[in-house]
């Protein structure tokens, strides 16, 4: 900013300097332009009236009070000085005596022709050149110019006050900018630096999640509502974080209080988050799992000829839709456990219907599923083996096999109508026998020889 305003004085000084200059030289030039004619007009007119007026040797040194002035002379065409407002000049060659005097103005052509004039020379003088007529005039005709009045002005005495003044004026002009700049810079710098590094330092110090910090700006411009603004977000922006924190705590206790194993993956297939349950029967833990590609922690196969199935989280990811797995699923977990799982998987999509991830929900069923299989192997072996009948606590019958059914003569729903004591076994005086079919709490089991009486009447003998 200093540079910038000497620099701009400078400039400023310099233009101001050639301008006012241009001016004075201007006056000059005209000032002295008419002065020339007059002295031409006098001279010429004391010599046409006669002896007493010619006399006008005082007439130039009236001019030696003139600042500036050098020479004022009249020269014959000989270049011999015949009067001047020094008198040592008096009589000298005006080529010699007079510095920067051109002697072509004496020419006879030239006197004759020109008028006179003023003019500016490169060394700062200003120099005049006028014919004059010093002879009288014979019969009424005018002579040609005999003559040359000559003007030598030096104008550094007409600069210098105006350097002085412009320097002065620059001064007070550089004085006057430089406060200003300077009072300028201390109200920037209070009420625009210092405000903008406050923000600036609030801004790098916080934290999402850390209190807010006011910035110590006062009053209600434009970068104390920007403080306030910043303030304002800050305060909003831990309002989410702990509102996205709240959600996420809740989410989290949502999937731990799920009994189903719950996988969420991501658009790519990598998981997200896991439950216990899941962690329990997978045997990868939380932090083991995170950003794993799920098909390394959930990887289901067929029990029956051990051939792969498709991930049922990827199948929704590829399909947007829900997803079930087939029957007979397993999974092997970390620390080789086999589990007979059931499995669900849909995608999850977000507030613009896009698929964001996928939620694959499983549980265990290797209980129900070993209880499944024996049931139906028993009842393979209930309905392939010997005569059976089997009764509730009161002892009736509510189930019966075709063999026995065969072996009875006795329809089905003849022989639902029955029960074991009286109506079936005869024989009740077995040992053991009575006991065993109103279930006695030490009697389990009962082997032995008894017998039926088959629907037709005959007595049927049984082991």
């Known amino acids: 900013s200093l540079a910038m305003l000497v620099f701009v004085t400078l400039v400023w000084g310099t233009i101001d300097y050639h301008d006012r200059r241009a001016q004075v030289e201007a006056r000059a030039l005209d000032g002295w332009h008419r002065s020339m004619l007059r002295i031409q007009n006098l001279l010429e007119t004391g010599v046409q009236g006669g002896p007493e007026t010619a006399r006008m040797d005082g007439l130039f040194t009236l001019f030696n009070d003139t600042p500036g002035l050098r020479y004022l002379a009249t020269i014959e065409t000989s270049a011999r000085i015949i009067s001047a407002n020094r008198r040592g000049l008096l009589g000298q060659s005006a080529q010699t005596a007079l510095p920067g005097f051109?002697?072509?103005?004496?020419?006879?052509?030239?006197?004759?022709?020109?008028?006179?004039?003023?003019r500016l020379?490169?060394?700062?003088?200003?120099?005049?050149?006028?014919?004059?007529?010093?002879?009288?005039?014979?019969?009424?005709?005018?002579?040609?110019?005999?003559?040359?009045?000559?003007?030598?002005?030096?104008?550094?005495?007409?600069?210098?006050?105006?350097?002085?003044?412009?320097?002065?004026?620059?001064?007070i002009f550089a004085l006057v900018t430089f406060t200003g700049l300077l009072g300028a810079m201390l109200l920037a710098?209070?009420?625009?630096?210092?405000?903008?590094?406050?923000?600036?330092?609030?801004?790098r110090e916080f934290h999402p999640g850390s209190p807010v910090i006011p910035v110590p700006i006062t009053g209600r411009g434009p970068l104390n509502r920007l403080a306030k603004a910043f303030e304002k977000g800050a305060r909003s922006l831990n309002d989410s974080i702990v509102e996205i924190e709240r959600r996420e705590n809740r989410l989290a206790s949502i999937l731990e209080s799920i009994g189903d194993a719950v996988i969420i993956v991501d658009t790519r297939g990598c998981i997200e988050r896991l439950?216990?349950?899941?962690?329990?029967?997978?045997?990868?833990?939380?932090?083991?799992?995170?950003?794993?590609?799920?098909?390394?922690?959930?990887?289901?196969f067929n029990v029956l000829d051990h051939s792969d199935?498709?991930?049922?989280?990827?199948?929704a990811l590829a399909q947007g839709s829900l997803v079930r797995?087939?029957?007979?699923?397993?999974?092997?977990?970390?620390?080789?456990?086999?589990?007979?799982i059931a499995a669900t998987?849909?995608?999850i999509r977000g507030p613009d219907t896009r698929i964001e991830g996928a939620v694959l929900v499983f549980q265990d069923v290797s209980e129900a599923y070993a209880l499944r299989?024996?049931?139906?192997?028993?009842?393979?072996?209930?309905?392939?083996?010997?005569?059976?009948?089997?009764?509730?606590?009161?002892?009736?019958?509510?189930?019966?096999?075709?063999?026995?059914?065969?072996?009875?003569?006795?329809s089905r729903q003849e022989m639902l109508q029955f029960r074991l004591i009286g109506d079936i076994f005869i024989g009740q005086e077995s040992p053991g026998l009575r006991d065993f079919l109103t279930g006695k709490p030490d009697v389990n089991a009962w082997s032995g020889p008894t017998w039926w009486r088959h629907k037709n009447g005959e007595q049927i003998n049984l082991w």
Not at 387 to 405: E, H, S, Y
């Open 309 to 315: 199935l498709p991930n049922p989280a990827l199948e």
């Open 189 to 203: 710098q209070r009420y625009v630096s210092r405000p903008i590094a406050a923000i600036t330092r609030a801004v």
């Open 345 to 347: 998987a849909a995608p």
């Open 275 to 300: 439950n216990a349950a899941a962690a329990s029967l997978t045997g990868w833990s939380r932090e083991a799992s995170q950003g794993r590609a799920v098909t390394e922690i959930f990887a289901p």
């Open 121 to 171: 020379d490169p060394d700062g003088h200003i120099r005049g050149y006028y014919p004059l007529t010093l002879a009288r005039l014979a019969a009424a005709v005018r002579p040609p110019p005999d003559a040359l009045l000559y003007l030598d002005f030096d104008t550094a005495g007409l600069l210098a006050p105006l350097q002085h003044q412009l320097l002065r004026q620059t001064g």
């Open 325 to 340: 797995l087939a029957n007979h699923a397993a999974i092997i977990s970390r620390d080789e456990r086999q589990h007979q």
């Open 102 to 118: 051109d002697l072509q103005a004496l020419r006879t052509d030239r006197l004759a022709t020109q008028t006179g004039s003023v």
């Open 373 to 410: 299989e024996a049931q139906r192997i028993a009842a393979v072996a209930f309905d392939t083996g010997g005569p059976q009948l089997v009764a509730d606590k009161l002892g009736r019958i509510i189930r019966v096999n075709q063999a026995a059914l065969d072996m009875g003569g006795y």
